[in-house]
């Protein structure tokens, strides 16, 4: 059973910072690449970043880009998300999710992901 654990959200003012972190475990998770999204309230749960496990890939929305970036640290299985010059569209709840597959196909897309944690709120005050 694989178990993701997101942590770090909170309420921030316009221009700030916050670090995410998604704690995975259950299983291993070398070559599987792991995602963020994040959900606005009345919105489709949307594509933020991606990172594959070993190769190191990273992939990120067009709205983040230069902004957010994200990392992952294998020997302890997590997953971060660093978030900077955060605007109150970034205002949602982010979920860290893992690929089902070992390809690198889909990265942005929802459906390609099988195992989602819980979801932090994050609010960008203006």
Known sequence: Q???IESGGGLVQSGGSLRLSCAASGRTFSDY???WFRQAPGKEREFV???TWTAGVTTY???VKGRFTIS???AKNTVSLQMNNLK???TAIYYCAVKT???IAGLSSTGAYGSWGQGT????SS
């Open 2 to 4: 694989v178990q993701l």
């Open 121 to 124: 709120q994050v609010t960008v």
């Open 49 to 51: 970043a991606a990172i």
């Open 72 to 74: 992952r640290n294998n």
């Open 33 to 35: 690449a792991m995602g």
């Open 101 to 103: 597959s070992k390809t």
């Open 61 to 63: 929305a067009d709205s």
């Open 88 to 90: 109150p569209e970034d």
